[in-house]
């Protein structure tokens, strides 16, 4: 009893040591949002997912921090004889970072004694490896203590052999060494492990580590930009936790000190002078979230062009029906204006956390609902697809078409996503509501309550405010009002633009046929003249208790259609009912080839609600028909079949699958079932490792050149100068004569597979492999179909052997047998 009062009492403390501190700031957001630990969530949709990020996800996270070494780097770093690096990046100690930052969120809605004491053993193990100028950065530590300071050692995400950090501390920040970027992740936890507990035990190791930060970087001292930005997040956040400008002050050094690098970590151009989204996309949301921080807090202008520009050129380019941003793997980031392939699409899951927290700050510094409209796309789409309804598996990207080659998987080697999931769901109920002197705005929907304050004169009075409702699978709202005395103040309730008949702001996506509805709001069973303005009606007036507000937002169900540039949509539809994006997945079917679906353009969809399917679903079902045959460029033998969609972020809960966001409705676009050949009939097999499903090279899936990732492709990368192979296996004998492949090579798009040095075709006769006999060359153009005849040879097993360029990889994205 006395050690839970004593723990009320430090909360008390450090919730009264931000208020004070956060009164004496100069500047702030001119829209304050109600802190997600006084949001009670209670709906159907959202708080059984909190909850099992509570249950599951945090456990899960902690228990695969402990296997894959990255809690063992820290008791190696705080070793006198460290015997090695335990985990694969320099950047894994942020993983623990974020997990404890989503624990204390977790901490602040709901008290688990047991959880504390295990975040409080981290930090233990995390203290010890902090060196004694503050220094924290397990990597080099342990390295340094080995004598191997040089080692080249890991790979990158995607496999690459680099040399993360090469040379003295902070030589290769700019580039590889994420030393600033580990930093940040830790200010944002101690910060957030101080407000949850009033416990400084962490916090104290992050100032430590930002006064040798400060020490080192700043005008006259070193100056060099982030090569990942993050530590400009958790700066702001120790500068409103302790009230010290100079922390707010190194934030603003560190985003004006960018202009000399690569657009890769937007360090092109001062930030001030960046007009168009480049780069890594989870980079750029985290700088931008900072950069809005460092607006709203210093009162400057210099960056609000920047910040609308930038995020326009998303929006209004780079941004898929999901809410997902970052198209392209090979940089994990953007890929340039209306570039928006879907079976290749990226979509990191960490993006899309970064670009809905982003949104939020936006909103918060200019009060533009275009903001939020762009936030719940995300939200209820890119970003919650990104965590399984079980809490314990994940997708890395989230694609818009799956071909049974996307699994969810229990964790990755590069693990950033799992921990940033346990620490936004974990804050998700400040998404909701906001505050402006005497306005309340009620931004997200769900069954809900909260409490906030209004002016009366020189005093305050308390408001209690529940929500009811069924969304998104109703657009029927109930608000009950308490204040604790009458009066008056103005509730602002957000309408979404596609209640307004916008499906994205800027025009990327359109409705095919508007459906706009009056929403009327009625206060006690009487119709409110709400003002409709600037996306908000408001609805000011004196409130007593036990009033009530309803009102229904339309959730009927919209065929979307993407700007004409966007090729990769071009005579497609994608379904959306309310924030619901909706997919077709192969097991709904009848026939699970959704890839080889045509549907009607205005064939008539109805809704179900599925109680039984995936935790309950509404569902939609129309009518549409199987390409069975192409008969020429634009007519085709179809076969009919019903047709069920479930929400987009629902899918791969089942297995593989195939998957598909945007529906053809026109035949030229779409894809007729591949026809039997010999290729299909026939076993495929590899030399190991290979990457990719093996049907990939028999698919019929014709490239448009070698880099074409919307086609499927085998690849053996990061295998390099090797020698490898591809083998068919026929039903019985055959006799062939003829084969031809399409390379697969990634260099336009910045990959590690080429063309590979030379190929060769084998048979196999009674049990030995032998070579064809032929006069031609083996060719080895890209961009186009490698041809070689043969001899006619009867066989029941052909090979391709291909010897691998030095330094670089290769792959096959189809071959064919005549």
Not at 105 to 122: F, G, M, W
Not at 208 to 215: C, G, Y
Not at 316 to 332: D, L
Not at 445 to 462: I, P, W, Y
């Amino acid at each position: 009893m006395m050690k839970t009062l004593y723990t009320l009492l430090l909360m008390i403390l450090a919730g009264s040591m931000l208020a004070q501190q956060d009164h004496n700031h100069e500047h702030h957001y001119p829209i304050q949002a109600i802190p997600f630990h006084q949001v009670q969530l209670k709906d159907k949709f959202w708080a059984p997912r909190v909850e099992t990020v509570r249950n599951v996800t945090i456990p899960h996270t902690f228990r695969k921090n402990q296997e894959t070494g990255r809690v063992k780097n820290f008791q190696m770093a705080a070793s006198a004889n460290p015997t090695a690096v335990c985990s694969a990046f320099p950047f894994d100690d942020t993983d623990l970072y974020k997990l404890i930052e989503g624990a204390a969120y977790a901490l602040q809605t709901k008290a688990d004694p047991q959880l504390e004491a295990r975040v409080d053993s981290l930090i233990v193990i995390i203290k010890a490896a902090q060196e004694p100028d503050g220094y924290l950065y397990t990597w080099r530590t342990i390295l340094e203590r080995r004598n191997n300071p040089n080692l080249i050692s890991g790979v990158d995400p995607r496999g690459a052999n680099i040399n993360w950090l090469a040379g003295p501390r902070w030589a290769k920040e700019d580039d590889l060494s994420h030393e600033l970027y580990n930093a940040g992740h830790l200010y944002e936890a101690a910060v957030a492990w101080f407000a949850a507990t009033g416990k400084r035990n962490l916090l104290d190791v992050a100032l430590k580590n930002a006064n040798l930060v400060d020490q080192t970087f700043g005008p006259g001292k070193l100056e060099k930009a982030p090569g990942h930005q993050e530590i400009e997040l958790g700066l702001v956040r120790l500068y409103q936790t302790t009230g010290e400008k100079r922390w707010l002050d190194l934030a603003k050094f560190f985003i004006d000190v960018r202009g000399y690098g690569d657009p890769y970590s937007q360090n092109h151009l001062k930030v001030k002078d960046q007009r168009d989204a480049q780069g890594h996309a989870v980079r750029l949301a985290y700088l931008y979230a900072a950069v809005t921080d460092v607006t709203a807090l210093t009162g400057t202008d210099e960056y609000r062009a920047a910040l609308q520009a930038v995020w326009e050129d998303i929006v209004g380019k780079q941004i898929y029906i999901t809410g997902g941003v970052g198209a392209t793997g090979s940089n994990e980031g953007f890929g340039g204006a209306y570039d928006l392939p879907n079976y290749s699409a990226y979509c990191e899951t960490c993006s899309s956390i970064a670009f809905v927290n982003w949104g939020q700050k936006m909103y918060q510094l200019t009060g533009e609902t275009r903001y939020l409209d762009v936030l719940e796309l995300t939200l209820y789409n890119a970003l919650n697809a990104g965590i399984s309804l079980s809490g314990d598996r994940f997708f890395y990207p989230n694609p818009l078409e799956s071909r049974k080659n996307v699994a969810r998987t229990e964790w990755f080697s590069c693990a950033c996503c799992p921990p940033n999931l346990t620490r936004f769901y974990s804050s998700l109920g400040g998404f909701f509501y906001a505050q402006k002197d005497n306005e309340l705005y009620l931004n997200l929907f769900a069954a809900s309550q909260t409490t906030f304050e209004t002016s009366k004169g020189k005093s305050k009075v308390k408001v209690d405010i529940q929500q009811e409702s069924d969304y998104p699978w109703n657009g029927l709202i109930k608000v009950k009002v308490n204040p604790t005395q009458a009066n008056t103040f103005a509730l602002k309730v957000r309408i979404p633009g596609w209640a307004r008949g916008e499906a994205t702001p800027l025009g990327l996506y359109n409705f095919v046929n508007p459906s706009i509805k009056p929403i009327v709001f009625k206060v006690n069973g009487k119709v409110f003249p709400a003002k409709i303005s600037t996306g908000y009606a408001t609805l000011e007036r004196k409130w007593k208790k036990g009033d009530v507000l309803e009102f229904e937002l339309p959730m009927d169900v919209q065929r979307v259609a993407a700007h004409p540039l966007v090729k990769a949509d071009e005579m497609r539809y994608a379904l959306k009912s309310g924030p619901l994006v909706y997919c077709l997945e192969g097991q709904d079917q009848p026939d699970d080839r959704v890839l080889n679906m045509l549907v009607a353009k205005g064939a008539p969809i109805r809704t179900q609600y599925e109680p039984n399917l995936l935790g309950g679903q509404q569902t939609l079902r129309f009518s549409g028909n199987l390409v069975t045959k192409k008969t020429s460029a634009t007519s085709a033998e179809l076969k009919p079949i019903d047709l069920k969609a479930i929400p987009y972020y629902a899918w791969a809960n089942r297995g593989r699958d195939n998957m598909l966001v945007w529906l053809p409705y026109d035949v030229s676009v779409a894809k007729s079932i591949a026809q039997p050949t010999l290729a299909t009939k026939s076993k495929l097999s590899a030399s190991p490792e290979l990457k990719g499903a093996l049907s990939a090279a028999s698919d019929q899936s014709a490239p448009k050149n070698s880099a074409d990732g919307e086609s499927t492709f085998v690849h053996w990368w990061p295998h390099f100068g090797t020698a490898e192979w591809l083998q068919y296996t026929f039903p019985d004998a055959q006799q062939v004569s003829k084969v031809r492949v399409y390379w697969f090579d990634d260099e336009a798009i910045g990959g590690g597979c080429r063309i590979p040095q030379s190929w060769r075709v084998l048979y196999l006769d009674n049990g030995e492999w032998k070579p064809v006999n032929t006069n031609q060359t083996y060719g080895t153009s890209k961009d186009a179909w490698n041809e070689v005849k043969f001899d006619a040879v009867k066989t029941t097993a052909l090979k391709i052997e291909l010897q691998l360029k030095e330094k670089v990889s290769a792959g096959v994205h189809e071959w064919e047998v005549e």
